[in-house]
Nanobody
């Protein structure tokens, strides 16, 4: 069993930045791909970014490339999402997800079905 707890969300002005964190517990963190998704009210959850365990290859949705950075600290069992140049369109609940056990991204790193464990989400709200 894996527990994921997100933090770092909040209210920020347009153009601002936040760093979201996702702390994993319950079993060893090593070897598992991780990802961030987001969801706004009335819409489906959408992929934001993903990262492999080693060497930490990263993948992004086109809408966040150049503004968001995913990273991980395996020693701390934590994955991060640095979000910069925020705009109103980034307002959402942000969720982290883990693929446990590791089996690769057969259907693609951006597919919800590739992930087995999800956090409760952290709200990010951008004011204009």
């Amino acid at each position: 069993q894996v527990q994921l707890v997100e933090s770092g969300g909040g209210l920020v002005q347009a153009g601002g930045s936040l760093r979201l964190s996702c702390a994993a517990s319950g079993r060893t963190f090593s070897g598992f791909p991780m990802a961030w998704f987001r969801q706004t009210s009335g819409k489906e959850r959408e992929f934001v970014a993903a990262i492999t365990w080693s060497p930490g290859n990263t993948y992004y949705a086109d809408s966040v490339k150049g503004r968001f950075t995913i990273s991980r600290d395996n020693a701390k069992n934590t994955v991060y999402l640095q979000v910069n140049s925020l705009g109103p369109e980034d307002t959402a609940v942000y969720y982290c997800a883990a693929q446990v056990p590791y089996r690769g991204w057969g259907r693609g790193f951006s597919k919800e079905g590739e992930y087995d464990y999800w956090g409760q989400g952290t709200q990010v709200t951008i004011s204009s």
